[in-house]
């Protein structure tokens, strides 16, 4: 199957400084890449979703300028936690698809963000 | 308003027995449904269905999908302590993105 990597799996920053999370398709081209976060036993909440060279889709009540995605290439996208704050701590989750059958989505294996 | 709703929410049984798990949907511009296994990273998928009545089979586990009632269930027979996750239940509910919309999950827990 399809392989999608993240970097760093786990992450501890200070509180007012930016992290950046990066997701990467590495067997296939992603035309569109999704962010999710997951509190402790919760279940995942789409937070955007990106197309190679545009801009980035936000759900509703999630800040574009707090979380900064770039979907820069067919197998690269970012994510930018901007002046993290402790209540940013959490379990970000990229997944990919390409033009597979039914949209099917590949997950990363996630980032840990701690704030302190 | 879309959403998906599983059922239960945690679920504890003994090595060998039959588990089923259940999912009900009301989404608009259904596309598909997917079964994904979460234990302490990323989910894994398991199923994507998009017909009704067509059982899909892996090993142990198996799923099947009613459109006409809008439900999905997953069966896992003979389980093991292995199969201790969170099973979680999505909708793909189309347009370009292929937007998915997940369940809560239900907490499996494995007993010896």
């Known amino acids: 199957g399809a392989v999608v990597s993240q970097h760093p799996s786990w992450v501890i920053c200070k509180s007012g400084t930016s992290v950046k999370i990066e997701c990467r398709s590495l067997d296939f081209q992603a035309t569109t890449m999704f962010w999710y976060r997951q509190f402790p036993k919760q279940s995942l909440m789409l937070m955007a979703t990106s197309n190679e060279g545009s801009k980035a889709t936000y759900e509703q009540g999630v800040e574009k300028d707090k979380f900064l995605i770039n979907h820069a290439s067919l197998t690269l996208s970012t994510l930018t936690v901007t002046s993290a704050h402790p209540e940013d701590s959490s379990f970000y989750i990229c997944?990919?698809?390409?033009?597979?059958?039914?949209?099917?989505?590949?997950f990363g294996p996630g980032t840990r963000l701690t704030v302190t | 308003e879309d959403k998906v709703v599983q059922s239960p929410l945690s679920l504890v049984v003994h090595e060998g027995d039959t588990v089923t798990l259940n999912c009900s949907y009301e989404?608009?511009?259904?596309?598909?449904l997917l079964w994904y296994k979460q234990e302490k990273k990323a989910p894994t998928f398991l199923f994507m269905l998009?017909?009704?009545?067509i059982e899909k089979k892996s090993g142990r586990l198996s799923s099947i999908l009613d459109k006409k009632e809008l439900f999905s269930i997953l069966n896992i027979t003979a389980t093991q302590t292995g199969d201790s996750a969170v099973y979680l239940c999505a909708v793909n509910y189309g347009g370009s993105q292929g937007n998915l919309i997940f369940g809560k999950g239900t907490k499996l827990s494995v007993k010896p």
């Open positions: 998009t017909s009704s009545g």
């Open positions: 989404v608009t511009n259904f596309r598909s």
């Open positions: 997944s990919a698809s390409g033009n597979q059958p039914g949209y099917e989505q590949y």
